[in-house]
């Protein structure tokens, strides 16, 4: 499993990613059918190993538990018999970027405007 780095999102998601394992933020996670208010973009990429197929009955049968379980599939495919996955953790779309800084937003020094005609 890898987590890839929090990028343009906030500090504090960079921090969860420098202090938990992978194995941790996978075994805390919770599937949610809503993806735009998830906290994480989890990729999964299966690879059966040498002479071995994955069963497309099997990767069904997982989707089908996640559903009733809420497991991630990102724990539910460690299941599978001779078959390695690759974990990619990302910030999800839940998760706002950090808002830019706005340039010369004033000085001080500046004059205040009066709204009054007089």
Do not use: C, W
């Not at 990429?45 to 497991?71: H, Q």
């Not at 078959?83 to 830019?100: D, L």
């Amino acid at each position: 499993m890898q987590i890839l780095g929090s990028g343009p999102h906030g500090a504090s998601m960079q921090t969860m990613f420098d202090s938990l394992s992978p194995e941790e933020i996978v075994d805390n996670m919770v599937y949610s059918e809503n993806k735009e208010d998830g906290l994480f973009d989890v990729g999964i990429m299966l690879k059966a190993d040498e002479g071995s197929t994955i069963s497309m009955d099997e990767v069904l049968a997982l989707m089908e538990e996640r559903k009733k379980t809420g497991t991630p599939m990102a724990k539910l495919v460690q299941k599978l018999k001779n078959v390695s996955a690759e974990i990619i953790i990302s910030p999800g779309p839940g998760i706002p970027e950090i808002a830019k800084r706005e340039k010369n937003r004033g000085s001080r020094n500046e004059p205040i405007e009066s709204s009054d005609n007089n």
